[in-house]
């Protein structure tokens, strides 16, 4: 609800700044747009090195550690800058964040055991769209996008023995860099104060170091509006 | 300008929050409320309490079963050193104190199960007790202290033995332990209770004159390791005529008028009571016996007079049996080899080859029977009632029982009897005549009356009006001890029936009278305590 809020603000701040768009007296101009989405991602290696270490530590001990999160679908932010080249096609710049993580944490009389990894991750992309702008009412569009990525993965432990007389944290955490290539296909919606898009894509995500399978998809949507030229 | 302000802000507020905006949201923590910690108690030892002093090998028994889970093994720890470990029930440790400094330890009994039900701490001790007992010992290596042993005897049934209370700290037990006839000690009783200060031994108490010793030493471990010796006590069974003297030579002689018994010891001849065994007198023999040679004991039919007769140098002494004052010193004319009274003038000496009768009053030879070379007398004994002399004499190659008048100092033999071996000596016993202890005849028509059958060798025997007493070969066996040599004294009545029969520790003769049988020592036995012989009593 928090985040619904933040995005409501930040959006009706745009009508403020920009006038109306609309794609049927458009020539030449930029558009800014923000999204905001759902990322479904693979990360199998993750999850089965995350799965192994709960288990090892919950056959050893006789602790019924649980996974309570493991990598699940999270929202993700973006926001891209347009360049109209033409009523139909045009250029499209921008970053994306998106993150997960892997809980399992566990509690007794003696103390607190947690297992914790999150992973983040930073698009910029550039790409090129194509509109589809005969359309009635909704109008298709599809496009690709080229970009460099990095990903931030850090694994914690922490272990709290009778209130603080044993305490352990071990962490890691790996930054390793990539490409990616998406593509997407979507619909856009003029609702007067800007033009709204959802928006389906597969990325496909090549890291320099890490094997984690980092592929995703995505659903987002977002609001566009333009700054006429 | 304005519109420029509204995009730094909006970039603000983007990259502030775009972080923070995510549905995977830490969770609350799964709490195991299964999990719980070890249980803590203090441990009582059996035989111990928390904080007692021991020393050298100390047993504990873990033999606490009141678990709720299935034990998996028992980890016993000295200061958190575990020393052993053991899976079966009861748990036996055995914990030798000497491998640890002396002082304050901790005793731990780790008690696990299969699961692991102890949550987090499994982390950090794996693997984890279930159950903690402990209990504080004190290793101590003080030597124990030395009780003080006496002891107390309830007439030959039991041996009581009272000692000190030990104050060692690191008490584990009393050994008590005893000797038998001055052979090793062997530990035969154990009292771990350092309050009970008492012990009553009734093992094998039945060898009269068998010498006890008893010690009782102070242990401060299980195994017996570390002890402290008292001192030792000796107990000699039986009821002894006790005398200070060097040398045993004869006796007991019992006389039935005065109930005094009399030895003779180092040239003495010495009373005692035959009720309570209390010295009652005694006579120095010198001059009548100056070379230690054997005297022959003889009373009259009264009992009033002892006739002390040496036949090696032929002198006779008459001693008044009440006071022991000396009647009479005699020297007789002529030797013999066995005397008997005919009244109080008169005496018969059984002489080699020759029978003599004396008049002691006057020294005189009343009469004189030379023996032929057919008649060769063994031994005789006097009918008091009658003055018959009855003889075991061989004659023409056969042996017989001659009934010897002797009344008028004649030698008729008015009777005879067929005797079926040679005997050595003969009592008479009311109207019975034992002859060597197994044959019994009829002193009247010197028939065969009875038989005692017994293969073992006759030492010695005394007979009464109603009873025969046999010392024989013996030998004794103490449970747990060494076989030891002895004697046996086998009471019979005059039908031949067993009546008691006791064991003796080096026995020599008897003297049967009263209610009582009285031994003497051998007297090749070193003498202990200065006794001279034992009461047995066998009626009331």
Same mark, same amino acid.
């Given at each position: 609800m928090k985040n619904l809020i933040i995005l409501f603000f930040f959006i009706?701040?745009?009508?403020?700044?920009?006038?109306?768009?609309?794609?049927? +007296?458009?020539?030449?101009?930029?558009?800014?747009? =923000?999204?905001?989405?759902?990322?479904?991602?693979?990360?199998?290696?993750?999850?089965?090195?995350?799965?192994? %270490?709960?288990?090892?530590?919950?056959?050893? #001990?006789? *602790?019924?550690l649980q996974i309570q999160h493991l990598y699940p679908t999270n929202i993700s932010w973006s926001g891209n800058v347009f360049w109209y080249f033409s009523p139909e096609f045009c250029l499209v710049l921008g970053p994306e964040y998106t993150s997960t993580r892997a809980f399992s944490m566990y509690e007794d009389y003696a103390g607190t055991f947690d297992l914790k990894s999150e992973i983040h991750q930073y698009y910029l992309s550039i790409g090129v769209r194509k509109h589809f702008n005969d359309v009635k009412i909704v109008q298709p569009l599809i496009g690709v996008n080229f970009g460099l990525v990095q990903f931030n993965f850090m694994n914690t432990m922490d272990l709290n023995v009778n209130n603080g007389q044993i305490k352990n944290h071990n962490s890691y955490e790996y930054l390793d860099n990539g490409y990616s290539i998406e593509i997407y296909t979507g619909l856009t919606y003029d609702i007067k104060i800007g033009v709204v898009e959802l928006i389906a894509s597969y990325r496909y995500v090549k890291l320099e170091e890490i094997l984690i399978e980092p592929d995703n998809f995505n659903i987002k949507l977002g609001i566009k509006r333009g700054i006429f030229k | 300008m304005t519109q420029l302000k509204n995009i730094f802000c909006i970039i603000y507020f983007g990259l502030t929050l775009f972080p923070s905006c995510t549905l995977v949201t830490e969770p609350e923590r799964f709490y195991n409320h299964n999990a719980y910690p070890p249980e803590?108690?203090? @441990?009582?030892?059996?035989? *111990?309490?928390?904080?007692?002093?021991?020393?050298?090998?100390?047993?504990?028994?873990?033999?606490?079963?009141?678990?709720? #889970?299935?034990?998996?093994?028992?980890?016993?720890?000295?200061?958190?050193?575990?020393?052993?470990?053991?899976?079966?029930?009861?748990?036996?440790? #055995?914990?030798?104190?000497r491998n640890y400094p002396e002082g304050n330890h901790k005793i731990t009994f780790n008690v696990y199960q299969n699961a692991k039900p102890h949550g987090l701490l499994h982390l950090i001790a794996n693997p984890l007790p279930s159950s903690v007992f402990e209990a504080t010992l004190y290793f101590d290596r003080t030597p124990p202290d030395t009780v003080h042993l006496s002891l107390v005897s309830d007439k030959d049934k039991e041996?009581?033995?009272?000692?000190?209370?030990?104050?060692?700290?690191?008490?584990?037990?009393?050994?008590? #332990?005893?000797?038998?006839? /001055?052979?090793s000690f062997k530990h035969i009783a154990t009292v771990s209770d350092k309050s009970i200060t008492s012990y009553t031994d009734t093992t094998g108490l039945d060898l009269v004159g068998? %010498?006890?010793? @008893?010690?009782?030493?102070?242990?401060?471990?299980?195994?017996?390791?570390?002890?402290?010796?008292?001192?030792?006590?000796?107990?000699?069974?039986?009821?002894?005529?006790?005398?200070?003297?060097?040398? &045993?030579?004869?006796?007991?002689?019992? +006389?039935?008028?005065?109930?005094?018994?009399? &030895?003779?010891?180092?040239?003495?001849?010495?009373?005692?009571?035959?009720?309570?065994?209390?010295y009652i007198n005694e006579i120095d023999l010198t001059g009548l016996r100056d070379n230690n040679e054997f005297l022959e004991f003889t009373l009259n039919k009264e009992k009033s007079k002892i006739y002390l007769y040496n036949f090696s140098t032929n002198k006779l002494w008459v001693i008044n049996s009440s006071d022991l004052s000396v009647i009479k010193k005699v020297n007789l004319p002529e030797y013999g080899r066995e005397l008997f009274v005919l009244d109080n003038s008169r005496v018969f000496v059984f002489g080699s080859g020759v029978f003599n009768i004396f008049n002691i009053d006057t020294n005189t030879l009343e009469n004189s029977l030379p023996l032929s070379y057919n008649y060769i007398p063994s031994s005789a004994v006097l009918n008091e009632n009658t003055l018959h002399l009855i003889i075991n004499v061989e004659k023409n190659n056969s042996w017989r029982l001659d009934v010897m008048d002797v009344t008028n100092n004649d030698f008729n033999i008015i009777d005879s009897g067929w005797a079926n071996n040679q005997y050595l000596s003969m009592k008479k016993g009311g109207d019975k005549l034992y002859?060597? !202890?197994?044959?019994?005849?009829?002193?009247?028509?010197?028939?065969?009356?009875?038989?005692?059958?017994?293969?073992?060798?006759?030492? !010695?025997?005394?007979?009464?009006?109603?009873?025969?007493?046999? =010392?024989?070969?013996?030998?004794? $066996?103490?449970? /747990?001890?060494?076989?030891? =040599?002895?004697?046996?004294?086998? *009471?019979?009545?005059?039908?031949?029936?067993? $009546?008691?029969?006791w064991k003796l520790r080096c026995g020599f003769t008897l003297a049967l009278g009263g209610n009582k049988v009285f031994a003497s020592i051998d007297r090749n036995h070193i003498p202990r305590k200065n006794i001279l012989g034992f009461s047995l009593k066998f009626g009331e």
């Open positions: 009706n701040s745009f009508g403020v700044i920009f006038p109306q768009a609309n794609y049927t +007296n458009f020539d030449h101009f930029f558009g800014i747009q =923000l999204n905001t989405g759902l990322t479904f991602f693979n990360l199998n290696p993750l999850k089965n090195d995350f799965k192994s %270490s709960v288990e090892m530590v919950s056959r050893n #001990y006789n *602790l019924p | 803590y108690s203090v @441990y009582n030892f059996d035989e *111990l309490k928390p904080g007692q002093h021991v020393d050298g090998t100390i047993k504990i028994v873990f033999n606490y079963n009141e678990f709720n #889970y299935k034990v998996d093994a028992v980890r016993p720890a000295v200061d958190g050193k575990v020393f052993s470990y053991s899976d079966l029930m009861p748990y036996t440790f #055995y914990l030798n104190t041996i009581i033995l009272n000692w000190t209370e030990s104050n060692c700290e690191t008490f584990y037990s009393y050994l008590i #332990y005893k000797s038998i006839d /001055g052979n068998m %010498s006890y010793k @008893y010690k009782v030493n102070v242990t401060t471990d299980y195994l017996f390791k570390y002890q402290t010796e008292s001192n030792v006590e000796e107990y000699i069974l039986g009821d002894p005529f006790i005398y200070e003297f060097t040398r &045993f030579f004869s006796g007991p002689f019992f +006389n039935e008028k005065e109930l005094q018994i009399y &030895f003779i010891v180092d040239n003495k001849f010495v009373s005692f009571s035959s009720v309570d065994n209390r002859c060597d !202890a197994k044959w019994i005849y009829d002193i009247n028509t010197l028939k065969g009356v009875g038989y005692i059958n017994s293969d073992d060798y006759i030492k !010695a025997f005394s007979v009464s009006d109603q009873k025969i007493a046999l =010392l024989q070969d013996d030998k004794y $066996i103490t449970p /747990g001890f060494d076989e030891v =040599l002895c004697n046996k004294i086998t *009471l019979f009545d005059n039908q031949i029936n067993k $009546i008691k029969e």
